[in-house]
């Protein structure tokens, strides 16, 4: 599950959601950030024996070397063509850039708005659903981000779309800031959020949104182990 990201020649967003072949069971888990996709994810991941992929950490990965490059993250042609050199890897539940261990780096604020407007780079997430698609050929994988079920792998077998509340995904989002020794007031991060949301959601190239056979979860009064719970009974179902 290492390959190198390449660069694309086809121009078209959609062009990958043309049929393909894979040979284990795909998990797709959809929704905004602060609905618990990543920790749901990389948990019902560990209860099935399956791999686990973090899209959105592939997209702040990209956020961050731009950042550190002086590249600004709405230079779609800079962008892009930096995104094409980069090596991207996964490793028990680690991101590295070229080598070096991001997982951290990339968790932070300035990355985490600049992710959003990376994300909005066609060129760029045709790159990255490439590589994404590749991680998904041969293996039983959990898959979590905003176009799993609709763009990446629109022919996987279980498809989720988490919710949430915005004053609960706000919080959630406090509450880890904090502990980080991080401060950012409810009425700033509501804002920032509320300015995500809407890139994420009108954004030209993959949308957020549930794809239409996904199961939406509304996880504002459930916690983690609740949701896994719901998430491990279908895809038994269907295994």
Request: hydrophobic share 40%; glycine share 6%; net charge negative.
């Amino acid at each position: 599950m290492n390959p190198r990201l390449l660069p694309l020649s086809r121009s078209l967003c959609y062009f990958f959601t043309l049929d393909r072949k894979f040979n284990g069971m795909i998990v797709t888990i959809d929704g905004p950030a602060g609905t618990g996709k990543s920790s749901v994810a990389r948990a019902l991941a560990e209860r099935l024996g399956f791999e686990f992929l973090n899209t959105g950490a592939m997209y702040r990965a990209v956020a961050l070397a731009c950042l550190e490059q002086d590249i600004e993250p709405t230079d779609d042609h800079r962008a892009a063509e930096l995104a094409a050199t980069l090596v991207i890897r996964f490793q028990h539940n680690r991101i590295s850039l070229g080598g070096r261990d991001v997982s951290e780096e990339i968790r932070r604020d300035e990355v985490t708005q600049a992710a959003s407007l990376v994300a909005s780079n066609i060129t760029v997430r045709q790159q990255l659903v490439a590589l994404q698609r590749a991680c998904g050929d041969g293996v039983n994988l959990v898959t979590e981000g905003r176009d799993q079920g609709t763009v990446v792998f629109p022919e996987a077998e279980c498809k989720f779309f988490l919710t949430a509340a915005p004053e609960e995904r706000a919080w959630r989002r406090l509450r880890e800031l904090s502990a980080d020794g991080r401060e950012l007031t409810m009425t700033e991060l509501l804002n920032q959020q509320a300015e995500r949301d809407r890139r994420d959601e009108t954004r030209t190239c993959a949308p957020l949104r549930p794809a239409e056979d996904a199961i939406v979860i509304d996880t504002s009064h459930l916690s983690l182990a609740d949701v896994v719970e719901q998430l491990t009974r279908h895809v038994q179902q269907h295994m």
